[in-house]
């Protein structure tokens, strides 16, 4: 679920969102879009299948936001791939949300898909006109590459055309929250900004005299295209949540499936709780409980899932990891859960009818006077 420009929720675990009771089972009050899988950027630790063309319809979407709103779910996130990609996309469901009333969290992007100041102005004054009310999430690490002086540039529009010194938050990826901060720390100079830690938040702030940016921090691991890394093994145990703070969404990818998480594992087949072109939400609930890993997972946590396999054969895992997605991908792509077959990624290749890194790249963009032409191919830029 994601990265890409990073699902960013996916490791933060002490950030799970407010719920009216603590009953040990899926029961989501989040809502994030994925309308694209398609990035302009090739991010060395990127866990999206950025490759794949597919982008969410509009009106299916729609159809699902409505379903989600009725059955109580209040907030809404979008991610990708890059989301800027499908700009149309994020307006239309944004307009209809903001009527809905749903609160909105936030949009994941990696800040430099515009080629113009021009282009990038306007579409961000198109999600102010539709009543966008949250975050812009800046992915901003080693990975993204160095795009110090377009960074900033959008970080100086976001805060103009929104008129709030919130409104964009800042994420990394690395192994430890204080490691990894070079990008960030050129960002800050760039804007004219300091960086410091804030004993309250639990996490570094980025402030200037425009801007105040929180700094989330991703728990980098070697999945996708990062499967040569090594590290994610690192001698001790993750704390056990129930995946309460990232795991209890519906997250649809552009295909229409939905995971209940947006961590490393989210386009895994595995996951897969249900599809928005004939599920309603509650089927997909339904579906979730009843999943022999899924439900497992909400109703005794990923610790159970660790002693089975253990028990079963003490020698199953290379070790003991603090990442909570690492284990779940490992788990999940090696075939290690009960009833759940392995596959995905490059070491336990893809389960469905499409492997990663294969097809073309889209560029996507706003269609002008109501055409219904499909927008030209090409390729995206090389990794940066």
Request: aromatic content about 8%.
């Amino acid at each position: 679920m994601g990265t890409h420009t990073q699902r960013v929720t996916a490791s933060q675990r002490g950030l799970g969102r407010p719920v009216r009771r603590r009953t040990r089972t899926f029961r989501p009050n989040y809502l994030s879009f994925a309308g694209t899988y398609q990035c302009n950027l090739t991010c060395p630790h990127c866990c999206v299948p950025i490759e794949w063309p597919d982008r969410l319809d509009i009106g299916v979407a729609r159809r699902f936001l409505e379903d989600a709103h009725r059955y109580g779910i209040e907030l809404i996130g979008f991610t990708g791939g890059e989301p800027f990609l499908y700009p149309e996309f994020l307006v239309a469901l944004t307009r209809w949300a903001a009527e809905l009333g749903f609160r909105f969290d936030k949009i994941v992007t990696n800040g430099v898909w515009h080629t113009s100041r021009r282009q990038l102005r306007a579409t961000l004054r198109a999600l102010v006109e539709a009543g966008f009310t949250g975050k812009l999430g800046l992915s901003v690490d080693k990975f993204h590459g160095s795009h110090t002086p377009q960074l900033a540039e959008f970080c100086r529009s976001a805060r103009a055309i929104f008129g709030r010194d919130n409104v964009m938050s800042l994420s990394h990826a690395s192994r430890r929250p204080d490691a990894g901060l070079e990008p960030v720390q050129a960002l800050a100079r760039e804007l004219d900004a300091v960086i410091e830690w804030s004993d309250l938040l639990g996490r570094y702030l980025l402030v200037s005299r425009d801007l105040t940016m929180t700094l989330n921090w991703n728990h980098l691991a070697p999945v996708e295209r990062a499967e040569r890394l090594v590290g994610a093994w690192d001698g001790t145990w993750f704390a056990e949540d129930y995946c309460e703070g990232p795991g209890q969404a519906l997250i649809v990818n552009p295909n229409g499936e939905v995971k209940p998480c947006c961590g490393f594992a989210s386009d895994l087949d595995q996951l897969t709780i249900g599809d928005i072109h004939r599920d309603t939400v509650k089927q997909i609930v339904r579906r979730a409980h009843r999943h022999p890993y899924v439900g497992k997972v909400f109703r005794e946590g990923l610790t159970a899932i660790r002693d089975e396999i253990l028990a079963r054969d003490p020698d199953a895992l290379p070790g003991a990891t603090s990442n909570h997605c690492y284990f779940c991908w490992h788990v999940l792509t090696r075939g290690l859960a009960e009833h759940v077959p392995g596959g995905g990624g490059q070491i336990g290749k893809w389960t469905g009818e499409r492997p990663n890194y294969q097809g073309e790249l889209l560029q996507l963009g706003i269609r002008r006077g109501g055409s219904d032409r499909r927008p030209p191919v090409a390729n995206a830029p090389g990794s940066p």
